[in-house]
Each structure stands twice: as C-alpha cells, then as structure tokens.
C-alpha cells in the first residue's frame, strides 16, 4: 500500500513539473504566487506565500531574499513586505454536501468550517457555497460570523458533486467584488460527478480572475492528483485530510498560509496593452532556492483629459492658451494637440500647455483633440468645438455704400471688440475726421466744400491691446448746383444778346443793299 502511495505522489510530481507553468520548488522550502493584482498598473502586486517542508509559512524573510523577473529580466527596485494583519481578504468558502459526506464527515466539517471563520479577521468578507448535484450560494459576502455558522449548521448532505461548477462560480463570484485579496478554499472527499464543465473550465476562470484555490480533501487519496493539479496552476494548496478528525488541523493551516504572505510591490517597465506578460519570483531560503511563474495583465488604465477655463462652443480669437489637467497612474510623458484631424503641436515638457494661434483660421466651427499619454503606454483624450471669431471687428452702417452725399451727414458705425474695446476711427480718403469712444459710434459730417467725385469713407475699430479691424465704402460728392436766379439772369442776357445780334445783322444787311442801289 506505502509503495503504491508513493507511485501515485511521484507520478503527480512528474505531471505537474511538465504541465504547470509554475516550476517546482526545493523539499525544504515552497514558493506560491497567489495572486497578481495589476489593476493600478504599471504598479503590479503580488502575494506570495512561502512555506518549508511542513507546509508552515516562513515568516522571517527580507527583501533580499527574493528576486524578480519580468518577461525574463530582472528587476531591480522592488518591495517585499509582510501583508499587513489589517489587510481584508474577500474570501469563498465552498463546502461538499453530496452524499458521501452524511453523517459524522459533515459534523467534522461544520465544526472545522465554523473554527475557521471564527479565527478570520473581522474586515474579512466571507462568502458561503455549498455544492452537490447543483451549485448554492448560501450567502452573500459578510462579516456576520454568526450567520453563516448558522448557514453551515443548515445545510445537509445528498446528492453528487458538481466540483467543477463550484470552483468556476467560486471564482466568478470573487471576480464581482473590488480590487483586492482573493481566494477560495474547497473542502471535498471526491472527484467531479456531476459537472458540465472540465476542470481546466474552472482552473482557467480562477486564472483569469485571478483567484488561488486551496484545497482540503477528506481521504481523497485516490483523488489528490486532481486536487492538487487544480491548486498549484492557481496559486493555493492541496491540504489532504485523512479522517475527518483532521480537518480542523488542514482548515488552520489554510488560514495561517493566507495570512502569512509577502507583498511583492514593484512598477512594471511593459506597456499598458491589455496583454498577459510573465513574472518570476525566486526565493532563497536554507541554501535552497524556489522559484513560481505567474502571468498579469499589463491593464490599460485611461487618461482622464479635462480641458481648463474652456467650455464646448465657446467662441475665441487671437492667441488662446490650451491647457488641460490629467488624471493617470502615471506620469504623462506626450501631450498632443490636434486642429480638425491636424497635428499641429506636440508638447513633452510639463504643464504641456500650448498657445494656439487662430490669426490664420477661418472663422467659424473648429474641433479641438488633446491626446495625452502617460509612461505605462495608457492614453486619453479630449473633445471640444471652438468658434473662431475676429478679434475685432467693425462696419459703417450710414452712409449706405455707394450712397451720394450732400449737405450735413450723420457717420454711423457698428463695432465690437473680443476683448475691450479702444476707440473707432474715422477717415475720409487719408484725412483723419474724429475718434468715437463710446457706443453709440455716429458722429455728424459737413460735406460742403468737398471735392465733387468718389471719395473713401473708413471707419478703423481698435483694441486696448491695438488689435485692429477696419471696414470702408465708397461715396460720392456731386458738382455744385447753380442757383435758379443765375440762371434767369443768364437767359435773360442771352435773350439781350440774341436780340442785339439779329439787329445788327439786320443792320448789316440793310447796309449792303443800299450799297449796291448806288
């Protein structure tokens, strides 16, 4: 019987040393990464556990002891500290209640489950499953001791084992709640009966989710290939327990490992693509190295973009300051900016803001993207439309262009400024006729003694800050009328002039005839 046992222990050696990714450990000391949180990154946490020959944690080691690799390289600057005594874990317990567990299996396992519970801390959410031919949740995650000893001491055993579906659900379940400690913890005397999943089904969502499953299996001999395949490519333990008589003893040793591991701090030097990338942890201890292998997610974490002291729609002119506050995990190393889908600036240098000149724009609609990038790879971006007005702008609206002038004439402008506004000019031609400060902008005009023709009338608006805008148009100033009397004056000495004329030819003609008679 000895020599078969110990077939069976080495051929579940062999297996794992060739199908699990982490790699063995030394007899005298064992390493576990339990769980990867990468959630902050490039911040990566991992909890890892350390144990000698008996399954008891190792509790006195120093940060030089360990060793990191990521993705095959060393890294240099990291943490290792003890998990603090306050730190919560959210934790799963998932108890067999098929049939092979009636009579005194379950009393032995209600009791060592509640003797669990009850040496927990009391931040510790505890979440209760029981399984048989179907998976139960009997709670939800609480800190009420007393509530779910009273769950425990309710359930009864029948039926077979869906082992498979618990685990899967186990970890689903961990997955809902917030970034932080995870595990869940079987008890078993059996093999998957009833499942419609594979194990690998379940080994892969607690991988995904990041959750290490410990086991305790009541005389599972037979089955502890399966236990312990489960547990080591998760990151928890196969405890195996004999007799029931045991299993208070294994329950303890599950609590003590979960509460005694090493936070393993460090930032990741891998961009944020949302890929699975390696972590290798050694430990020396004893003269004896273990070393475990286990994947993050390098997370995407977005940049938040809030563009400051600019709203959407706003209208702006001249040189406008574009400046943004960011949000990230970490520091933004690029900040670009882009005018209707055109780079035109790219800032490297905190603030990162950019002055945007919008002199040589068309008026009107502009859309605006910030993209900044922070050195885990993570970006973010921001959106606005920005209207682009004159910074000054001004029109005559009397006289009308074109328009003939005479007499007195009233000069109105219309004008407006971005900023405050100065004065508006007015000029005919190149003469200066007045400066208008105040609105209404009209001033009255004498037209007399100008030139008759075309002449230019400008009105030129100006700033405080000398920014100016000018609008001109024609008008024209007639030849002078000549007076009614002048000209009754003037027929009548043409009518004298006319008359004198004809006598004088009469005069003429009389003479030349009798010229001829003599």
């Not at 063995?24 to 949180?37: E, K, M, N």
């Not at 689903?172 to 917030?178: E, I, M, R, V, W």
């Not at 393993?264 to 430990?283: N, P």
């Not at 790219?346 to 859309?367: C, I, K, R």
């Amino acid at each position: 019987m000895k020599g078969r046992r110990f077939a069976q222990r080495l051929a579940i050696l062999l297996l794992l040393m060739f199908v699990a990714s982490p790699v063995a450990a030394s007899p005298d000391v064992h390493l576990r990464i339990g769980q990867v949180r990468s959630e902050g990154f490039p911040q990566v946490v991992a909890y890892v556990t350390v144990t000698d020959e008996l399954g008891q944690p190792i509790e006195t080691l120093a940060p030089s002891d360990f060793a990191l690799f990521e993705e095959a390289q060393a890294v240099s600057h990291f943490s290792a500290t003890p998990v603090s005594s306050t730190e919560g874990i959210s934790l799963i317990l998932a108890l067999d209640l098929s049939a092979s567990m009636q009579g005194a299996p379950l009393q032995q396992a209600r009791e060592a489950a509640r003797s669990f519970l009850s040496g927990l801390n009391q931040n510790d959410q505890v979440a209760l499953l029981t399984f048989a031919t179907e998976v139960t949740q009997l709670s939800e995650f609480t800190s009420d001791r007393e509530a779910l000893h009273g769950a425990i001491d309710a359930a009864a055993a029948e039926g077979w084992t869906a082992l498979n579906e618990a685990v899967y659900e186990a970890a689903t379940l961990a997955g809902t709640q917030p970034p932080g400690r995870k595990a869940i913890v079987v008890l078993t005397d059996g093999v998957d009966t009833k499942s419609a999943l594979f194990l690998d089904d379940a080994i892969a969502q607690a991988q995904k989710l990041g959750v290490p499953v410990y086991t305790i299996g009541l005389d599972t001999e037979a089955q502890a290939d399966t236990l312990q395949r489960l547990s080591f490519l998760t990151g928890g333990a196969y405890l195996e327990a004999p007799t029931a008589e045991e299993l208070n003893d294994r329950f303890q040793t599950v609590s003590h490992q979960l509460r005694q591991q090493y936070m393993i701090t460090y930032t990741s030097a891998v961009r944020a693509d949302d890929q699975e990338h390696s972590l290798v942890v050694e430990v020396e201890y004893g003269g004896e190295t273990a070393r475990y292998e286990h994947s993050f997610v390098a997370q995407s974490t977005p940049v938040t973009v809030e563009v400051s002291d600019l709203e959407d729609g706003q209208t702006v002119a001249g040189v406008v300051s574009l400046a943004c506050r960011f949000t990230s995990v970490a520091e933004i190393e690029r900040v670009e900016y882009w005018v209707d889908s055109a780079l035109v600036a790219t800032v490297t240098e905190p603030p990162f803001t950019y002055d945007w000149d919008t002199s040589d724009l068309m008026l009107g609609a502009h859309e605006i993207r910030i993209a900044a990038r922070d050195g885990a790879g993570n970006w973010g971006e921001a959106t606005l439309t920005l209207v682009v007005v004159p910074l000054v702008e001004v029109r005559i609206t009397a006289p009308q262009d074109g328009a003939e002038v005479s007499g007195e004439v009233t000069i109105q402008a219309e004008a407006r400024s971005y900023g405050e506004l100065d004065r508006v000019d007015i000029f005919l031609d190149d003469q200066f006729l007045g400066s208008l400060e105040l609105a209404p902008y009209e001033m009255p005009w004498t037209v007399s003694g100008m030139e008759a023709g075309q002449h230019r009338l400008t009105a030129r608006a100006i700033d405080v800050s000398s920014n100016q805008a000018e609008h001109s148009i024609l008008i024209t100033v007639p030849a002078p009328a000549i007076p009614t009397w002048v000209l009754g004056v003037g027929g009548i000495l043409l009518a004298a002039v006319l008359i004198v004329v004809w006598f004088l030819a009469r005069s003429v003609r009389a003479s030349r005839i009798r010229g001829r008679a003599l």
